[in-house]
């Protein structure tokens, strides 16, 4: 439970760092090249603080690392995190794709039985007529007369 946990945890993580188009294209960038966070911030229409802020939300997310070289911050991106996001998408894919299935399956069939057998035979004694389909007492009565 506590692995299952953890792994939706990273994935909200590495979800919620992709939901952003600024940090996608971060992301993008850090993928082609390394940059400096300076850098990043000339390249966006924001403050230089609050490039910081996604870069933090990228790392946090392990979808990129920064390093200290001198008094810059490098920045670079995970390849590996992008795959591991890409997998989990799949999984997600698939499992709606299942359902999909299903639904599809639930809509094709043209006379669903959801319960073949409305009366369980709780009574074992109890005997239906072929005829008619109906329980006859008297049937199980005389069997458990011969009993």
Same mark, same amino acid.
Request: glycine fraction near 6%; hydrophobic fraction near 35%.
């Given at each position: 439970?506590?692995?299952?946990?953890?792994?939706?945890?990273?994935? *909200?993580?590495?979800?919620?760092? @992709?939901?952003?188009?600024?940090? %996608? +294209?971060?992301?993008? #960038?850090? @993928?082609? =090249?390394?940059?400096?966070? &300076?850098? #990043?911030?000339?390249?966006? !229409?924001?403050?230089?603080?609050?490039?910081?802020?996604?870069?933090?939300? #990228? +790392?946090?997310?392990? @979808?990129?690392?920064?390093?200290?070289?001198?008094?810059?911050?490098?920045?670079?991106?995970?390849?590996? &995190?992008?795959?591991?996001?890409?997998? @989990?998408?799949?999984? #997600?894919?698939?499992?709606?794709? =299942?359902?999909?299935?299903?639904?599809?399956?639930?809509? $094709?069939?043209?006379?669903?039985?959801? *319960? !073949? *057998?409305?009366?369980?035979?709780?009574? $074992?004694?109890?005997?239906?007529?072929?005829?008619?389909?109906?329980?006859?007492?008297?049937? %199980?009565?005389?069997?458990?007369? +011969?009993?």
């Amino acid at each position: 439970m506590v692995v299952r946990q953890e792994f939706a945890e990273r994935a *909200d993580r590495i979800f919620h760092a @992709l939901a952003d188009a600024t940090r %996608r +294209e971060i992301v993008a #960038l850090t @993928l082609a =090249g390394e940059y400096s966070v &300076s850098d #990043l911030a000339r390249r966006f !229409p924001m403050s230089f603080a609050a490039v910081q802020k996604h870069v933090a939300v #990228l +790392e946090q997310a392990g @979808l990129v690392t920064k390093e200290r070289q001198g008094r810059e911050q490098r920045v670079r991106g995970s390849a590996d &995190s992008l795959r591991e996001a890409h997998r @989990l998408l799949d999984q #997600l894919a698939d499992v709606w794709r =299942g359902r999909i299935d299903r639904i599809g399956a639930i809509l $094709a069939d043209p006379d669903p039985d959801p *319960d !073949p *057998d409305p009366h369980p035979a709780a009574d $074992a004694g109890a005997h239906l007529d072929p005829r008619d389909g109906k329980e006859h007492c008297h049937d %199980r009565d005389r069997r458990s007369e +011969e009993s």
